[in-house]
């Protein structure tokens, strides 16, 4: 006779695909579904709202409450599919050949449907060890893992700390140990309009950005050409961009403002903010002097717009060797795509792996999809940990 429990997988995967959660609308009716699922078997979360009001994290305990247990943390937020090419309701999911289609299958609803799929089995196993549940929300906006932040804060108040967390991107089930930290940040510059007749006049503020976005690119350079020892990373080495550019009103005109967006991704737990601080520094020393030098009005002003640390959890941790014996494999890697693992250490101080169903290829991609036999690899993973936890404590 089949198991349910693909059916199972499958059922909870379109209900969470129903729900519209790209990243600027709420995503209460989600978290209300999942209450209401979890209270179908006795299970009670507490909610973490945001100041707003219009959003929430959950976290669920699955056993006693009297000691450390493991996390099992995914996201149920999306990217936007405006502009996309999909060949079918993005938000409606569509099984073929199999392969589950839908926005957020991949990233990373396709987990968090595995982890409430094993409830039961959860339940039944009358852990020994408890199983958390952490379902946030924000990953995917621009400031970086917005929403699991005020509950890493709750968990960290505790006085009991989980003893490790599993967070489920897709990485195939490889077991992932590292990933590069990433700080964002937006330089505005503030110029002087005039008549492009007297440019003289006027200070402009695109060609001091210019400026600066050359000097970001000679750091690129210099940050390329450090390899790092540790070749476990695809781009063995830091890295530095300007992604964005806004300025000029019309061609007639000196542009009296400028922004751009850049972003280090560092290897080191602390490298992305040094790397960008530096930059900071260099154009208040070299840049702002020569703007105000023109006009003491103009200059640059820049904000943080992004920022997670880096992970680097040991290769011999117990959580990475606890991660290798569920998943069934012995190697492990490090990624350069970011993640809530490394806020679980630096906030909450709980060891963290990365190991999900699915490619990061698929995400934010139209027509984005898992595979059935992921999500069954992933089943596999979570029972294991489950009859892991439900041993007797020793």
């Known amino acids: ?76 937020d ?9 060949s079918h309701d993005p938000f409606k999911l569509i099984e073929r050949d199999g392969k589950l289609y839908g926005r957020g299958t991949t990233d990373m609803k396709g987990f968090v449907a595995v982890c409430l799929a094993m409830v039961p089995e959860m339940l039944e196993a009358r852990l020994a060890t408890p199983i958390h549940l952490a379902i946030s929300y924000d990953e995917t906006r621009e400031i970086g893992c917005v929403g699991v932040r005020p509950m890493l804060g709750e968990v960290a108040k505790k006085r009991i700390i989980p003893l490790g967390a599993f967070i489920g991107e897709p990485t195939e089930m490889k077991v992932i140990i590292g990933h590069k930290g990433k700080h964002g940040v937006r330089a505005t510059f ?14 402009n503020a695109i060609e001091y950005a210019a400026e600066l976005i050359v000097e970001i690119r000679r750091r690129a350079v210099a940050l390329a050409a450090v390899r790092a020892s540790d070749s476990l990373y695809d781009v063995p080495h830091s890295t530095l961009l300007t992604s964005i550019v806004h ?47 023109q006009h003491p009005e103009c200059g640059i002003d820049f904000e943080e717009i992004l920022d997670y640390p880096a992970l680097d959890t040991a290769a011999d941790a117990a959580i990475v060797t606890l991660a290798k014996s569920l998943a069934g494999r012995n190697d492990h ?11 679980f250490t630096a906030i909450a ?31 596999v993973f979570v029972e294991r940990l489950i009859a892991h936890c439900a041993k007797a404590a020793s």
């Open 333 to 343: 890697a490090k990624v350069a795509f970011g993640t809530e693992a490394s806020l």
């Open 247 to 293: 300025g000029g009103a019309a061609l007639n005109i000196v542009p009296d403002t400028c922004t751009v967006d850049f972003e280090c991704r560092g290897i080191g737990i602390t490298e992305s903010r040094e790397v960008t601080d530096a930059i900071v520094a260099w154009a208040r020393a070299e840049l702002e002097p020569a703007m105000k030098k």
């Open 190 to 203: 503030r110029g002087l309009a005039r008549h492009s007749s007297i440019a003289p006049d006027g200070v």
């Open 78 to 86: 999306v990217v936007p599919v405006v502009g996309q090419d999909w």
């Open 1 to 76: 006779m089949p198991s349910p429990r693909p059916d199972r997988i499958r059922k909870l995967l379109a209900d969470l695909v129903g729900f519209d959660t790209v990243s600027d609308r709420t995503n209460l009716p989600l978290i209300a579904h999942i209450e209401s699922y979890l209270a179908a078997f006795g299970v009670k979360g507490e909610r973490i709202v945001d100041v707003t009001g219009q959003k929430a994290s959950l976290w669920v305990t699955i056993g006693p409450e009297d000691r450390p247990g493991f996390v099992l943390s995914g996201h149920t």
């Open 349 to 379: 101080d709980v060891p963290s792996v990365v190991i999900g169903p699915g490619s990061i290829a698929q995400a934010h991609t139209p027509d984005e999809f898992v595979e059935m036999a992921e999500l069954e690899k992933c089943a």
